[in-house]
């Protein structure tokens, strides 16, 4: 997860929190020139469940930036690398950094508060080369599958995995769940998303991914909610493992679990 962007300090100030959270959701997690306003745990509640609205903008970026490739007379594979470009930018390319540092710190051997301090550290080791090699390579050759089959089964991918990725962000702030350290992002958003709402989030964000995908008829319709199902579970299985891990969630997991989300709905999504 990236770091806030114009953030003003934290607020007391009581009152509906949507407009707030939707500015934590695009001020922490993309590059949008959005200025938080509040960073307090009601407004890191708010942010959570608004994840999947910034997510939805990051698709609709990469979509139209790989379909305006196509239009152009691009082939295939450079809208697909394009489409996977567009989202490293937007967020910086914190959530790889993150995936990366997680999977060298889970890939360490070490105890939980080594492990931590390897995550920590601003070089990337083998582990981490390796999980973000396969991981954009996967996303890639995925992307240019479902542009080659189809511009608008390209362009769908690039949405719903986009969309889904920050569905994960959802899912793993929700209320239980540890922050492995006292401080940064990861412990200002842990366990702030009652689990009620969260699965309130999680079922619109499937019901809208079957929704677009019954573009392909009912075969897509299917397609888009496993699609959702699938890179969620993905998504749970690496969080628990960093729970029981590390002793719980830092910003570099929640970067970790939007790349393993994001990963594997786009195979879903070009698989039969």
Known sequence: MSGASGTSGTSGASGAPWPDGLRFAFGTLTVFPVAVSRWDREAARAGMLCAPVAGLAVGLCAAVAGGLLLLL??????????TVAVPAVLTRGLHLDGLADTADGLGSG?????ALRVMKQSDIGPFGVITLLFVLLAQVAALSQAYGASW??????AVVSATIARLA???GARAGTPAARPEGLGAAVAGAVPLRGALLVGGVVTAVGAFLGAYD???GFVRGALAVLVACA???LLLRRCVRRLGG???????ALAETAATTALVVLVLG
């Open 234 to 236: 993905a998504a749970e």
């Open 152 to 157: 608008v089964g390209g362009m769908f991918a």
């Open 169 to 171: 962000l959802t899912l």
């Open 73 to 82: 007379g691009a082939g295939p594979l450079l809208a697909a690398v394009v």
């Open 249 to 255: 969630v830092t910003g570099d997991v929640f970067g």
């Open 217 to 219: 008829g009912m075969y």
């Open 110 to 114: 070490k105890p939980a508060t080594d």
